[in-house]
């Protein structure tokens, strides 16, 4: 019995190996990369700090599947295909459909949202049981992918800068994106992937309603999340800016914030961070634990997923 329970307790909790783990291998690499100045560490650097919490959130995420229709290979499968998927055509969109403009940031979510759930959809047409639960797994992995690739984008491009190549941007990019990942991407997809699954099958995919307003929502939750420094800004000269200031926009020069107005630009934008983040939390929670009572959508279509329904 103690035998069993001990082997039980060893097999609990393996995200945690794999985040301990991974956090030791990135410390060193930080460590040797910046004794020795060796430019051939900087990809082990790039990719240990980039990948190391979506693939942890993803390993604690297939913990908790709803059928065993989620393998380890599906996980896999949608991570880096999906991941890279999603960032090529968001990629693609951006540069030929966006423009500067006041709706800069919206665009941007609708695009990005949007790539990332036709890759879930797409990846996971052919599973026989679509559950909430394995919905917000499945597209939490999509998610978690994309934002890994997409930090190993910023980490790399930090690496540049005027002054010739900074080892200490690089570190800096993937701590701070590191800690603010788990509410991002994966957060998001998640989202869209239990309302997706909620009303589906094995032979249909059900566009409802449902997943129309939850596809806005999400992208204007990121919309906010991308614009909130920009929105901190111009809360502060709302509320704190002076004549001069004023006057040296009107002429289009940007003013020097005081010391008071960069502290409440720092206040707002992590607040705002935080709102954001709260409202996405909240409704992550509130779909995984309303997913055995969900209730079918009031307008759907149901789209063929390419299976046919002889192949049960």
Known sequence: MATASAARGGRRRPWLR????????????????????????????????????????VAWAFERRDTGEITAELILNTFITGGVLGVLASSLLESYLLHPSPGLFFGVGLIEEGVKLAALAWLTRHLR???VRDGMILGA???????????????????????????????????????????GHGLWT???????????????????????????????????????????????LLLTGSPWQYNLLARGYIPQPTATQVQLITFIDWAGLMLVSGIGIGWLLLLWHRAP?????????????GRPAAAR
């Open 18 to 57: 794999i985040f301990f783990s991974g956090l030791v291998l990135w410390f060193l690499t930080v460590v040797v990369t910046f004794l020795t100045g060796n430019p051939n560490l900087v990809p082990t650097l790039v990719l240990l700090g980039s990948f190391l919490v979506p693939v942890t959130f």
């Open 129 to 131: 049981v679509k559950s």
């Open 141 to 183: 992995s999509v998610g978690f992918g994309f934002a890994a690739f997409e930090s190993a984008g910023y980490a790399f491009t930090a690496l540049f800068t005027e002054r010739g190549l900074s080892l200490l941007q690089v570190v800096q990019t993937e701590m701070l994106r590191g800690l603010l990942t788990p509410v």
């Open 190 to 236: 998640a989202i869209l992937g239990g309302v997706l699954f909620s009303p589906s099958t094995r032979e249909h995919f059900l566009l409802s309603d449902r997943l129309f307003v939850a596809y806005l929502a999400v992208s204007l939750l990121h919309a906010l999340w991308d614009s909130m420094h920009q929105i901190s800004i111009m809360l502060t």
């Open 293 to 305: 009572r969900a209730r079918p959508p009031t307008v759907s279509w149901r789209v063929p997923t």
